[in-house]
C-alpha cells in the first residue's frame, strides 16, 4: 500500500524486508501489478492528493512512471521538483531524474532543462548519475567533454571535480583508457581529482583487458 503513513511505526526490519522485496519485484522482476499501483499512485500524488504516496515510495514511482512515459513525463516531474522545497521530494525526483537509464530523457537533462530554478549542485548530480547508468554512460560522457570545464568552475565545483574520475571508472577497455588519458587527464592536471583520474584510468584499462582475455571462456561456459 503505497500510500503516506500506511506503515508509520512499524518495526524497522520488516520496514526494510518490504522495501526491498517491492524495489526487487518492480525493478528486476518488472512486477506489473506492483509497476501499475506505483504508477497510478505517483500520478494521483502530482495531481495534488498528497496522501496518495508516501515519501518511501517516491523513488520506485517515479522511476517506473519515466520508464512508462519518457521525455512528457521527465517534464512533469522536472517541473514539481523546481517547484518544491520539500528536502524528500525534491532531490527524490532528480534522483530519478538522473538515473532513469533513458537516453532521449539524459539527453533532454543535459541539453535542454535549463532553468534558473536548477541548483548547480542538482545539475552536477545530473551529470554523475547519468552517467553512473551503463545505457547513458556514453551521452553523459560526450556531453561532459564539451561542458567540463563550466562544470568544474565557481562554487563547488572543485568537489564537484574530485569526484567525477569515480564515475568515468565506469568504462571498460583499453581503448577508452586510450580516450581518457587524451581528453580528460590534461584537465585533471594539477586539481582535486587528478590522482583519482589516473586511477580511474587504471581501472578502465585493466576492465577491459580482463575483459577482452576472459571473453572466449565466459562465451564458452555459458552456452554449454
Known amino acids: ?26 525493478v528486476w522482476n518488472r512486477d506489473r501489478r506492483l509497476r501499475k499501483q506505483l504508477s497510478e499512485a505517483g500520478a494521483t500524488f502530482l495531481a495534488g492528493e498528497k496522501s496518495a504516496l508516501d515519501a518511501q515510495w517516491y523513488d520506485l514511482a517515479f522511476s517506473v512512471m519515466l520508464d512508462e512515459g519518457g521525455v512528457p513525463v521527465a517534464k512533469q ?8 522545497q520539500d528536502p524528500e521530494l525534491r532531490p527524490a525526483i532528480v534522483g530519478a ?8 530523457i539524459a539527453n533532454w537533462l543535459l541539453d535542454e532543462w535549463k532553468d534558473d530554478r ?14 553512473a547508468i551503463r545505457s547513458t554512460r556514453e551521452t553523459g560522457y560526450r556531453w561532459l567533454k564539451t561542458n567540463l ?17 569515480e564515475v568515468l571508472a565506469g568504462f571498460c577497455s583499453a581503448e577508452r583508457a586510450d580516450e581518457l588519458v587524451r581528453d580528460m ?12 583520474m589516473e586511477r580511474s584510468i587504471e581501472r578502465v584499462r585493466t576492465c577491459g583487458i580482463v575483459r577482452d582475455a576472459q571473453a572466449g571462456r565466459v562465451t564458452a561456459e555459458l552456452v554449454r
Do not use: C, H
Open 1 to 26: 500500500d503505497p500510500r503516506a503513513g500506511r506503515y508509520a511505526g512499524e518495526d524497522p526490519e520488516l520496514a526494510q524486508r518490504r522495501s526491498e522485496a517491492v524495489s526487487r519485484l518492480v
Open 77 to 84: 516531474l522536472g517541473e514539481r521538483a523546481l517547484a518544491s
Open 97 to 104: 531524474l538522473a538515473g532513469s537509464g533513458s537516453i532521449p
Open 118 to 131: 536548477l541548483r548547480r549542485n542538482e545539475r552536477q548530480y545530473l551529470v554523475r548519475g547519468v552517467m
Open 149 to 165: 570545464d563550466t562544470l568544474t568552475s565557481g562554487d563547488g565545483g572543485i568537489f564537484f571535480t574530485a569526484r567525477l574520475p
Open 185 to 196: 587527464r590534461p584537465r585533471f592536471a594539477g586539481k582535486m581529482g587528478e590522482l583519482e
